[in-house]
């Protein structure tokens, strides 16, 4: 079993989009959290620790993430997915562009 944190901000939208896409998937479990404190499900270390590769959709949610929790990623693949929030959730569009990138970057 194959386990992917998805991090947007909020994750009202596109992490939560990426966890309904993948949770669909054989061997994959996904969860979608978010770097604002008034997150859905923000961001802890428990998920980090769970996690086998951490998904980020910007830079900045990867320098948040790296910075709070620097020695729990030591083991980890942390990936910018570099998908701006333009995006309602379960848009289309979106859930094309999870699919393609992800797949080229994670071996599903």
Same mark, same amino acid.
């Not at 989009?17 to 499900?41: L, P, R």
């Not at 996690?51 to 942390?78: G, P, Q």
């Given at each position: 079993?194959? /386990?992917?944190?998805?991090?947007?901000?909020?994750?009202?939208? /596109?992490?939560?989009?990426?966890?309904?896409?993948?949770?669909?998937?054989?061997?994959?479990?996904?969860?979608?959290?978010? =770097?604002n404190?008034?997150?859905? =499900?923000?961001?802890?270390?428990?998920?980090?620790?769970?996690?086998?590769?951490?998904?980020?959709?910007?830079?900045?949610?990867?320098?948040?993430?790296?910075?709070?929790?620097?020695?729990?990623?030591?083991?980890? /693949?942390?990936?910018?997915?570099?998908?701006?929030?333009n995006?309602?959730?379960?848009?289309?569009?979106?859930?094309?562009?999870?699919? =393609?990138?992800?797949?080229?970057?994670?071996?599903?």
């Amino acid at each position: 079993m194959k /386990r992917l944190l998805f991090v947007c901000s909020e994750n009202r939208l /596109r992490s939560p989009t990426a966890e309904a896409v993948f949770s669909e998937y054989d061997g994959i479990e996904a969860i979608g959290a978010g =770097t604002n404190s008034d997150a859905e =499900t923000p961001v802890s270390g428990d998920l980090i620790e769970w996690a086998d590769v951490i998904l980020v959709m910007e830079k900045m949610h990867r320098n948040k993430v790296s910075k709070k929790y620097k020695d729990l990623l030591k083991t980890k /693949r942390l990936i910018v997915l570099d998908i701006p929030d333009n995006y309602d959730r379960m848009d289309p569009e979106l859930i094309r562009i999870l699919k =393609t990138k992800v797949s080229r970057l994670v071996n599903l």
